[in-house]
């Protein structure tokens, strides 16, 4: 048995129905044993799941040129410090890599007052990182968290641009069933039956119910508040997923960020797209092996799990504190705008070939990356 599993089933022994949103996070981030914590490789032809970054450098290259073109731009101006780049979720640090090596080759001068900023939470994912970044070591400085990272540079908020690639949709995620019946949510949450996981249904207290606080009574609710005329044709058991700690996260971000842009590129849908007759089992799906799993209970620690980002939420955040929504788009189209001005200026990229139309390709194909993935971008 896995340590992941032994943690649930102590938990679910001393407290009853597990949470579901607990229970990913014991799976994915227990410290030494959960599966971000694990599994190095778990993107790429050999791990679990493919990313835009396992398709080749040109991802962060592009990244890399549209950074540069925010960052040298006057409105982005640091009086006080260095200009910034913060990297959230950086996995083994290969994107960081594709980026700093691109702007020390094409932008030598931006390169030489940037600082990138890494916020890691785990030590092991932090020794992943520092390995594969070793050539750009003096640049690159790691912090546990936005609260250190503040008290480290003694600024509150920062110039630059902060993301995230495939960051959120790993957060874990609270799931709720539709009661047609008595027409209220109920928590689906995780018990045992023998020696397996099973869903359970969590306490009432810990359903959702409509009111003040929003459709699933959470202060910060992700999911948009339900009118009687859709909830009159929702089906018995229909499922859906919040994620109040991808709202947090992007709080606290829009709180450091003083000037500059916000950026996540992620799996995603927005409010209109999350009801769909055809999507009554929610977004949450486990991948062992590039395939979907059938069980999202089984092997916790063993399997990725993940949910859509609500875009519409984390974009609601940003609006509330004070963010301006620049533009939201599949990666298809962000990159692709991105590449319109690298072919009106050619020379300021750098080589454009056979390689770099294959993975341009594989990045923003409808049928590989180019729409599945969402691209939010908020700026102050």
């Known amino acids: 048995m896995s340590r992941p599993a032994e943690i649930i089933r102590r938990e679910i022994a001393e407290h009853g129905v597990l949470s579901f949103a607990r229970f990913m996070e014991v799976a994915l981030y227990c410290p030494d044993f959960g599966y971000y914590e694990t599994k190095k490789d778990s993107p790429g032809r050999g ?35 260095s200009l910034r780049l913060v990297e959230a979720g950086a996995h083994d640090g290969r994107l960081a890599a594709d980026i700093l090596k691109w702007l020390q080759a094409h932008r030598p001068e931006l390169s030489a007052q940037l600082v990138y900023d890494i916020i890691e939470p785990s030590l092991h994912r932090q020794e992943w990182q520092k390995e594969t970044l070793k050539p750009f070591a003096p640049l690159v400085r790691w912090f546990a968290d936005w609260e250190n990272l503040s008290r480290a540079t003694g600024h509150s908020s920062l110039h630059g641009v902060i993301f995230s690639n495939e960051l959120l949709d790993a957060m874990p995620v609270h799931r709720f069933g539709w009661d047609a019946r008595d027409r209220k949510w109920f928590e689906w949450g995780v018990a045992l039956d023998g020696e397996k996981f099973v869903w ?58 003083g000037q500059g842009k916000l950026v996540t590129i992620d799996y995603g849908l927005t409010d209109d797209e999350l009801f769909l007759p055809g999507r009554t089992r929610g977004t949450l799906r486990a991948y062992f092996r590039h395939h979907a799993a059938d069980d999202l209970l089984a092997n916790p620690g063993e399997q990725d799990l993940t949910a859509h980002v609500n875009f519409s939420a984390i974009q609601s955040v940003g609006e509330a504190y004070g963010l301006k929504t620049e533009s939201f788009s599949t990666q298809a189209q962000f990159l692709t705008k991105i590449v319109e001005t690298v072919f009106k200026h050619p020379e300021t990229f750098g080589e454009w070939g056979a390689k770099q139309n294959r993975q341009f390709q594989t990045l923003t194909h409808p049928e590989h990356l180019g729409r599945a993935f969402r691209v939010l971008v908020q700026s102050r």
């Open 47 to 81: 791990g679990d799941f493919y990313t835009s970054v396992s398709a080749g450098e040109l991802f962060g290259q592009l990244l890399a040129f549209q950074f540069a073109a925010w960052l040298e731009h006057p409105s982005c101006a640091a009086p006080h410090s």
């Open 200 to 257: 359970a249904r969590c306490s009432g207290s810990l359903a959702p119910q409509s009111g003040a606080m929003g459709a699933f009574g959470h202060p910060p609710s992700s999911i948009l508040h339900l009118p009687p005329s859709l909830l009159n044709v929702l089906p018995d058991g229909y499922t859906i997923e919040t994620c109040p700690a991808s709202e947090n996260w992007w709080r606290t971000a829009t709180g450091v960020l």
